[in-house]
């Protein structure tokens, strides 16, 4: 792994200069953007209830599941493994699963149809792997695949924005009750299906490793201590079954970082008198030490984990940030239109990289299986699913103006992300299948 890194070589061939001026970019744009993507609302005064702080989950009878039979399962493609990472999007009438009244747990700017985004062409289209069929998102086979299992989503909005799109699908099929809720925004929630006694939870931590960060009241730029994990999800790794991890973009944030008790350096600190390091050195860190303490914590009480690593999201901003036509696109790029590259490439290839080092760390605990959720590339070719000017209700409604924000980073529920939780369920499927014949 590795061998074919866009990374590599890239250090060495370029000046640090050239090496270190995309940054400096990346923390311009990040700056201005900051607040708006990760606080776009005024934060609410704490007036939704909060659930007891308690992990425990009191279930009430479980209404037996109704068995499910895999004869029609085998009649599809049987390999235990298939390449998502190349295809194409087709057309595909179906559309969505859910829409965004039928589900209650869409963050608002991420709400398009709701909010009134006109055209709806986005809706219908399906990812198509070049290897192999990938199956319309069935709810009951994620029921019985998972039943007395915990699912936690841990990261950043990214992270939660996914989870919504999984919650959204399976609530057609049955209702999932909240019964844990904590942190402004949403930031930490958890979901019990009783039908199945499956819960669901999602973390924030935008950083995976313990970090703090930017505040009114706290420092003016992040800070991260790339060797040990958050605990707030850490803590409770004894109680979950399947992680899925999403950072990325709170990486490009001006940041200062840490490891063993000392400064390592920094990410655009002018005034600071750290040394810029850039921040692919940290994000693979922080997924290292992420990757490598769930992996051995696990392993050291000989107990099994799943574990993927979804990759970076590209954003898609074709002209200003606070244009109309920011990501104006209503259909997705043709094969060959547009191509990974730069810090898209780069994020995501960490990402490969730290997974298959990983894989090889698991090696030595029996049942640990991980998989990298690569959406990059098929996300890329979807310029046409953020919410754009969207984020907020009817943001034309009083006429076109001349300035307006647009989400271009985050993807509308329903729309593209589905397909990432398409895949994630085809990947545990098919491991189901495997361990199935190799019983
Ligand atoms: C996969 O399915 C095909 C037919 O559906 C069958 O012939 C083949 O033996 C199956 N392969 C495995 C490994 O089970
Ligand atoms: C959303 O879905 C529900 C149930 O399928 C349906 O009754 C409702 O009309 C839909 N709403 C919109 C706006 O499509
Ligand atoms: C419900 O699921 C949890 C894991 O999330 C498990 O610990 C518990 O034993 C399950 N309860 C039953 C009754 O199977
Ligand atoms: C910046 O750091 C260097 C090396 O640690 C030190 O020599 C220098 O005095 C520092 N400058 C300021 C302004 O603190």
Same mark, same amino acid.
């Given at each position: 792994?590795? &061998?074919? %890194?866009?990374? *590599?070589?890239?250090?060495?061939?370029?000046?640090?200069?050239?090496?270190?001026?995309?940054?400096?970019?990346?923390?311009?744009?990040?700056?201005?953007?900051?607040?708006?993507?990760?606080?776009?609302?005024p934060?609410? =005064?704490?007036?939704?209830?909060?659930?007891?702080?308690?992990?425990?989950?009191?279930?009430?009878?479980?209404? +037996?599941?109704?068995?499910?039979?895999? %004869?029609?399962?085998?009649?599809?493609?049987?390999?235990?493994?298939?390449?998502?990472?190349?295809?194409?999007?087709?057309?595909?009438?179906?559309?969505?699963?859910?829409?965004?009244?039928?589900?209650?747990?869409?963050?608002?700017?991420?709400? /398009?149809?709701?909010?009134?985004? !006109?055209?709806?062409?986005?809706?219908?289209?399906?990812?198509?792997? %070049?290897?192999?069929?990938?199956?319309?998102?069935?709810?009951?086979?994620?029921?019985?695949?998972?039943?007395?299992?915990?699912?936690a989503?841990?990261?950043?909005?990214?992270?939660?924005? =996914?989870?919504?799109?999984?919650?959204?699908?399976?609530?057609?099929?049955?209702?999932?009750?909240?019964?844990?809720?904590?942190?402004?925004?949403?930031?930490?929630?958890?979901?019990?299906? &009783?039908?199945? $006694?499956?819960?669901?939870?999602?973390y924030?931590?935008?950083?995976?490793?313990?970090?703090?960060?930017? %505040?009114?009241?706290?420092?003016d730029?992040?800070?991260?201590? &790339?060797?040990?994990?958050?605990?707030?999800?850490?803590?409770?790794?004894?109680?979950?079954?399947?992680?899925?991890?999403?950072?990325?973009?709170?990486?490009?944030? !001006?940041?200062?970082y840490?490891?063993?008790? +000392?400064?390592?350096?920094?990410?655009?600190?002018?005034g600071?008198?750290?040394?810029?390091?850039?921040?692919?050195?940290?994000?693979?860190?922080?997924?290292?030490?992420?990757?490598?303490?769930?992996?051995?914590? *696990?392993?050291?009480n000989g $107990?099994?984990?799943?574990?993927?690593?979804?990759?970076?999201?590209?954003?898609?901003?074709?002209?200003?940030?606070?244009?109309?036509?920011?990501?104006?696109?209503? *259909?997705?790029?043709?094969?060959?239109?547009?191509?990974?590259?730069?810090?898209?490439?780069?994020?995501?290839?960490?990402?490969?990289?730290?997974?298959?080092?990983?894989?090889?760390?698991?090696? =030595?605990?029996?049942?640990?299986?991980l998989?990298?959720?690569?959406?990059? *590339?098929?996300?890329?070719?979807?310029?046409?699913?953020?919410?754009?000017?969207?984020?907020?209700?009817?943001?034309? &409604? $009083?006429?076109?103006?001349?300035?307006? =924000?647009?989400?271009?980073?985050?993807? /509308?529920?329903?729309?593209?992300?589905?397909?990432?939780?398409?895949?994630?369920?085809?990947?545990?499927?098919?491991?189901?299948?495997?361990?199935?014949?190799e019983e």
């Amino acid at each position: 792994m590795g &061998a074919t %890194s866009p990374l *590599k070589g890239q250090s060495q061939s370029h000046s640090l200069t050239k090496k270190f001026l995309p940054y400096a970019l990346y923390a311009l744009l990040s700056i201005a953007l900051f607040r708006l993507y990760f606080h776009p609302f005024p934060l609410p =005064q704490s007036t939704t209830e909060q659930l007891p702080h308690n992990n425990r989950i009191i279930l009430t009878t479980s209404s +037996s599941s109704p068995p499910i039979s895999f %004869s029609e399962e085998e009649e599809v493609d049987n390999e235990t493994t298939c390449d998502y990472t190349n295809g194409r999007w087709v057309h595909d009438k179906m559309g969505p699963l859910y829409n965004g009244t039928t589900c209650g747990t869409i963050k608002d700017g991420q709400n /398009c149809i709701l909010h009134g985004r !006109p055209d709806l062409g986005y809706l219908y289209w399906k990812w198509q792997p %070049s290897q192999c069929k990938l199956p319309r998102f069935d709810p009951n086979t994620f029921f019985h695949l998972l039943s007395n299992k915990h699912l936690a989503f841990v990261g950043d909005s990214m992270a939660r924005n =996914q989870l919504e799109s999984l919650l959204c699908m399976l609530a057609t099929a049955s209702n999932p009750n909240l019964v844990y809720r904590d942190g402004e925004d949403n930031k930490f929630r958890r979901w019990h299906f &009783a039908s199945h $006694n499956i819960t669901i939870s999602v973390y924030w931590s935008p950083f995976l490793v313990r970090g703090v960060e930017k %505040s009114k009241t706290g420092p003016d730029h992040n800070e991260l201590f &790339a060797d040990s994990v958050d605990e707030r999800w850490g803590a409770d790794l004894d109680h979950i079954d399947l992680i899925v991890l999403s950072i990325g973009h709170w990486f490009l944030h !001006p940041a200062v970082y840490y490891e063993g008790g +000392s400064v390592l350096g920094c990410h655009y600190c002018p005034g600071l008198n750290y040394t810029e390091i850039g921040f692919y050195d940290v994000m693979r860190k922080a997924i290292k030490t992420a990757l490598k303490t769930i992996i051995e914590k *696990k392993g050291a009480n000989g $107990n099994r984990i799943d574990v993927f690593l979804t990759t970076f999201s590209p954003s898609h901003f074709d002209g200003e940030w606070d244009k109309a036509g920011a990501c104006p696109k209503t *259909k997705p790029y043709k094969e060959g239109e547009k191509m990974l590259e730069g810090m898209d490439a780069d994020m995501r290839a960490i990402e490969v990289e730290e997974m298959g080092a990983a894989k090889a760390n698991a090696k =030595q605990f029996e049942g640990m299986r991980l998989e990298i959720l690569d959406v990059t *590339k098929l996300s890329l070719m979807r310029p046409d699913g953020h919410p754009g000017p969207y984020m907020y209700p009817f943001p034309f &409604a $009083n006429g076109v103006r001349e300035r307006v =924000q647009n989400d271009c980073v985050h993807w /509308c529920l329903p729309g593209t992300i589905d397909t990432w939780n398409q895949i994630l369920l085809e990947v545990i499927r098919r491991w189901s299948f495997q361990s199935r014949r190799e019983e």
